[in-house]
């Protein structure tokens, strides 16, 4: 009881340590925790968890197998190392544990569906959303390598990307996220993050740009005012609740470079602070924010296609432009998400991006 106790203490030191970055001291810890109790599961847990904020990924497969080796059904430690194996682009481990992404209690309300495969008979397939509106661009380039099976399928989505999702994907049908589902319509489902296990091989066989865009009026007539300058689509902040501090970057530190009397700034950011939008002109810049970045994506993606570039953060804007297959600059902090690897300057999901890192 003794030991339990203190290492329920030394466990959240641990954890507070991690959210001030003192790695070296919270791997000096942890490793105290794995003396007094090398079969505790959450000791490598953590050791995994310090090892990814040091970018030091094999030493977090280590880790994280460890902790499943102790405790083999640990979901939490078997997502987290399909993360860093996909981080390191290996696609294989890293989409086999990728799977353990979703709680038990939303897989369940699938329970009555078949698991999709291109093996089962024809039938009405569910592809269900998850994560925000940038992933659910991000998986829509393997949408093509469903087109040639003999299934009906309908993609649950984001409202406001099914006018754009229409025109590129007239084969498909579509239904709201967050609408109610009848799922007594469907034989077979599928989580949308699935596809990239099914067709990781393919990337490259998904072309440069794989999302057109409608003709918008508004925007046509709206950019008609700033003839003679190129456009450049800005955005800074990220919402993400757990990552968007992280993530976000100074407006002024993506100007940089910029020059006023040749460019005109197209602020792509959602819920922009009018402050922040006063330093962009402050700078001599003058700046589109007719748009409503938050509801009308099909403006949003119709002014894109006008830029002559777009310098993003990683957030929806990035998964736009890259699915637009537009010349996109993503800066990116220490720690990356997973999909964009470790210290590459291109990706494989875009290949019109390039990767930059915050010093």
Known sequence: MIETHELIARHKKVLALISERKFETALGLINECIEISRKTALNYFLKGRIYDEMLDYPASIKAYEKCIARDPNNQKAK???????????????????????????????????KPWSAKVKPGKVLLWSEQGIGDEVMFLRFLPFLETHS?????QCDQRLIPILELNYPWLNFTPRGSALNLTQFDYHLPIGDLLGLFHKKFREVSHQFLAVRSNQKVKSLVE????????????????????????????ALLEGLDPHNIAVVALQYLAPKSEIDK????????????????????????????????????SIAHFAGAL??????????????????????????PSVTLKRFD
């Open 325 to 350: 297959g537009l010349e996109t600059d993503i800066w990116l902090p220490n720690l990356p998400n997973w999909r964009w690897g470790l210290e590459k300057t291109k990706t494989y999901w875009y």
């Open 79 to 113: 997502f987290y190392l399909g993360l860093t194996y996909l981080a390191l682009e290996k696609f294989e481990p890293g989409c086999r544990y990728y799977t353990f992404r979703h709680e038990p209690e939303l897989l369940r309300k699938f329970s009555a569906l």
């Open 225 to 252: 005012n700033y003839k003679g300058l190129s456009l450049i689509g800005l955005s800074w902040l990220s919402m993400n609740e757990e990552y968007g501090q992280r993530r976000s970057w100074p407006v002024e």
């Open 151 to 155: 299934h009906c399928f309908t993609l």
């Open 280 to 315: 962009i002109r402050a700078r001599g810049f003058q700046v589109i924010d007719d748009i409503d970045c938050h509801q009308d994506i099909d403006a949003v993606f119709s002014i894109m296609s006008h830029c002559e570039k777009i310098i993003t953060i990683d957030n």
